[in-house]
């Protein structure tokens, strides 16, 4: 497509149970990054893919997160339990490549996750 | 110390002035630097990058990139109420995967 594309764009769901967020990123574009937004503060950054593989995960907050890439291309963020502290946006972007000339990252339109 | 730092503002401009918005950073080996802007509830959008010391201009904003002093600044000319926005810095070091974003500057160009 020509953009990055997530969904769903708003997910309200109760405390306790599991969510998928879904991401699919510019064709061709072989980085896809996940970020987390809360209210009124800066981007936090999840997990890396180059490919299907995530050579960095640091950034997932716990073990309930978990997130995949299939074919190169679609990945699903997964939380499990989710909790209030899960409210957030949370941001997909793709880059052509990871490093070099093409890195610059785009970002998708957000799924806006509200746990009650 | 915090790897990219910005000021948070909010920076308030007149209509048609320029806004300089600035962005320093700690890794003394980052290579890419990004400005993103992004308004409330919505998504970063890229506004542009640069890559080498020096100023590079699209439209009316330029990006300004000072490696030795480890600062990358955005200027806005002509500012209009339709900037206002939060604009975001972004730092990659050279074989880094992951750009390290601050935590931006909200800019309010009041008519």
């Known amino acids: 497509g020509a953009g990055v594309s997530q969904s769903p764009s708003n997910k309200v769901t109760e405390k306790g149970k599991d969510v998928e967020l879904r991401c699919d990123p510019i064709?061709?574009?072989?980085?896809l990054y996940w970020y987390r937004q809360s209210l009124g503060q800066g981007l936090e950054f999840l997990i890396y893919f180059q490919g299907n593989s995530a050579p960095d995960k640091s950034g997932l907050p716990s073990d309930r997160f978990s997130a995949e890439r299939t074919g190169g291309s679609v990945s699903t963020l997964t939380i499990q339990r989710t909790q209030q502290e899960d409210s957030a946006v949370y941001l997909c972007?793709?880059?052509?490549?990871?490093?070099?000339?093409?890195?610059?990252?785009?970002f998708g339109e957000g799924s806006w996750l509200t746990v009650v | 110390q915090k790897e990219v730092e910005q000021n948070s503002g909010p920076l308030s401009v007149p209509e048609g002035a320029i806004a300089s918005l600035n962005c320093t950073y700690s890794d003394r080996v980052s290579q890419s630097f990004f400005w993103y802007r992004q308004y409330s509830g919505k998504s970063p959008e890229l506004i542009m990058s640069i890559y080498s010391n020096g100023d590079k201009e699209d439209g009316r904003f330029t990006a300004q990139l000072n490696k030795a002093s480890q600062y990358v600044s955005l200027l806005i000319r002509d500012s209009q109420p339709s900037d206002s926005a939060t604009y975001l810095c972004?730092?990659?070091?050279?074989?880094?995967?992951?750009?390290?974003f601050g935590r931006g500057t909200s800019l309010i160009v009041h008519p």
């Open positions: 972007a793709s880059s052509l490549r990871a490093t070099g000339f093409g890195n610059t990252i785009y």
């Open positions: 064709s061709g574009h072989t980085a």
């Open positions: 972004a730092v990659k070091r050279g074989g880094s995967y992951i750009p390290t």
